[in-house]
């Protein structure tokens, strides 16, 4: 299996672009990457989008993005794996690359998500859970976290603080994100009483819908080392599912997807998780990022309340959390997410963070589910030179 | 990149399956993989589905397809590209074997299409066409089609007989496949006196809606030698795109994508189109199969039509094309089409086709396409003992 670098990073401001299509958002943040790399032909594309069908009318992304990025002729693959649609398209790059059939694979994600209104954008995140025995039934995505969120709660000890405290660290860390869809701090008084969106989640612990998309341009590591500057290498990749529905798991408090993603990842760059520097991680509820915590071993299980209160993660803490804002400050064009998480983690490996830089990140990674943590990506990312 | 071999088919017979469920096909087809495999258990599955969403209210089949198979926790990942989608499942699966990630990977495909009603599929599978600028004025495929048939006749002469032709051999062909949808021969008489549909296609020049799945099993070449059976390798691998609208083209009696798939093809299994001993191609209205011929290279532009009436491509002829009936007679759940035309290569390579067997086959080509030809993946076996 050939070595694979990142050789190049796109990325867009992200929000309600209702001056734009899906087409062309996918097509500005694949520019920028080219423009990133110095690149403007590559030999294969893979594009992450949860649902094109429901969205925008408008499937057949393989052929869409190619056309209208000038890469006609281009073979490209569209991949969906719910929100961890963007992660898989990373994967799917990285494998055309390290089974020798590509040089340059491009992975985009993207999602056009207001050009629907906001019920029927629930309806289709709804298509991410058991469609017969979940979403038939009424429930959504924020109703499945909440569940977790109580299971937690009853389980651990969790409390309303604690679970208030990731969006107060993301939102601020968001701050300081050019990119960002809500780029301002929020208080953990205005987290405690946003409205109530589904017991013991309000509207502050819940990511927002959003339009957005993110690219990244990967190539052998030859191919890096001839660009003459620093760069960053994929060591690890993961990938597992759960089942589908909720009430079939073991139990609500754990992401057991999540925890053999990150281990098969891991396991695959030959690290632990002690020499990570620190990730970005899939907070689509504040829940998710606790729960995440716990998955990839950052904490002991029944552990992460208590360390996000005592700032573990955050941006000047031993282990920082989606120092991009993650997608609660940043945004959630769901197929679009996993890609922007590997464009920041190769941001902040390059050093070129500004002012949310992580001091020091030497490895990174990055983790992306679907659904109610019914499939996970995991990818490890270290800086070279 | 390692060599690749398909140990394991599985066919379920086609119709509009009332009484099973999206999940349930896609679970019926893997569980006959495995048994003609002898496996139980895999390292990594793709899912071809053109629209889970608009079909069945359900995306991520990534974490339903291995919940319900009994393999939690195998990393899943659903690819489409409109009808070619059963293809690029087989391409990603070889990627997964070629690149070393997985030993053993299960490809499957799969589409529900008779959950809503005529009009729903219509709008569902004008989603693989250009949304802004086809389906949103109104045109769907058997226009769009419809308009390539009036370009080629126009160009090369083809006639109403010729364009007629590959429908009555692929239902006599399908007449011998138990799994077909439509297993009954047609007369050309029949075909040419169809209702009309969109102007000069008529109801027998345009395949079917139809529930469906297929899968096949992919390993690296040493596991299939020590099964101690005939196997076949997957020796080329071609994918292309071209522009979405047909309007964009600069013509429209021509498919370059397809041209451009099989040469990739081809090339990297080191053969040309003369080492072909017959082909599975895409059907998807008789006109399609016509200009495959063509852009595949089987005859010189414009001759597809006196080629067909030749007998050339029957399945007794120089070069039998859908020996399984095709998508014509076989059905056309649009997902499933590409798998289902490696399982029907595979058996025929293996000698295992019964009535329609294509005499002395050592060397296979299949081609699926997506929208009007805006995608399209070729792949070349060949039989090995």
Excluded at 96 to 124: C, N, P, Q, R
Excluded at 263 to 278: E, H, N, P, Y
Excluded at 317 to 326: H, K, M, T, V
Aim: proline residues 4%; glycine residues 10%; hydrophobic residues 45%.
């Amino acid at each position: 299996m050939k070595e694979v670098a990142v050789i190049g990073i796109g990325m867009i401001d992200w929000g309600e672009l209702w001056e734009k299509s899906l087409r062309t958002i996918a097509v500005e943040a694949a520019l920028k990457c080219f423009a990133d790399a110095g690149v403007d032909k590559v030999d294969t594309i893979t594009i992450g989008c949860m649902s094109g069908g429901l969205f925008n009318n408008q499937e057949h992304l393989g052929s869409i993005v190619p056309d209208y990025l000038g890469q006609r002729f281009v073979p490209a693959t569209r991949v969906e794996s719910a929100c961890a649609s963007g992660g898989l398209a990373v994967r799917s790059a990285f494998l055309e690359v390290a089974s020798g059939m590509a040089e340059y694979a491009l992975a985009i994600g993207v999602e056009k998500m207001t050009d629907v209104d906001g019920g029927e954008a629930t309806f289709a995140l709804a298509t991410a859970a058991d469609q017969d025995y979940e979403a038939f039934h009424g429930i959504t995505f924020p109703g499945l976290y909440a569940m977790m969120a109580n299971a937690h709660m009853f389980k651990y000890g969790t409390t309303l603080e604690q679970l208030a405290q990731p969006s107060v660290k993301n939102h601020f860390n968001g701050s300081m994100n050019p990119h960002a869809q809500y780029p301002f701090k929020v208080s953990l008084e205005q987290v405690m009483n946003s409205t109530k969106v589904a017991d013991p989640l309000r509207l502050l612990h819940c990511s927002p819908i959003t339009d957005g998309a993110a690219a990244v341009l990967l190539a052998p590591v030859e191919k890096a080392k001839e660009m003459n500057k620093p760069y960053v290498v994929i060591t690890g990749v993961g990938h597992a599912s759960d089942t589908i529905a909720l009430a079939q798991r073991q139990d609500l408090y754990s992401l057991k997807a999540v925890e053999v993603a990150a281990q098969r990842a891991l396991k695959m760059s030959g690290k632990t998780i002690k020499d990570v520097d620190f990730a970005e991680v899939h907070d689509c509820f504040s829940i998710a990022e606790l729960m995440v915590m716990e998955a990839i071993g950052v904490v002991e299980p029944g552990q992460s309340g208590a360390a996000v209160m005592n700032g573990l993660t955050a941006l000047d803490g031993d282990f920082p959390i989606n120092p991009s804002g993650g997608l609660k400050s940043k945004g959630h064009p769901v197929g679009a997410t996993g890609v922007a998480q590997v464009c920041e983690a190769v941001s902040q490996l390059r050093g070129e963070s500004g002012k949310r830089q992580v001091k020091n990140a030497k490895t990174a990674l990055t983790q992306n589910m679907g659904g109610s943590g019914a499939s996970s990506v995991v990818h490890i990312l270290e800086a070279r030179s």
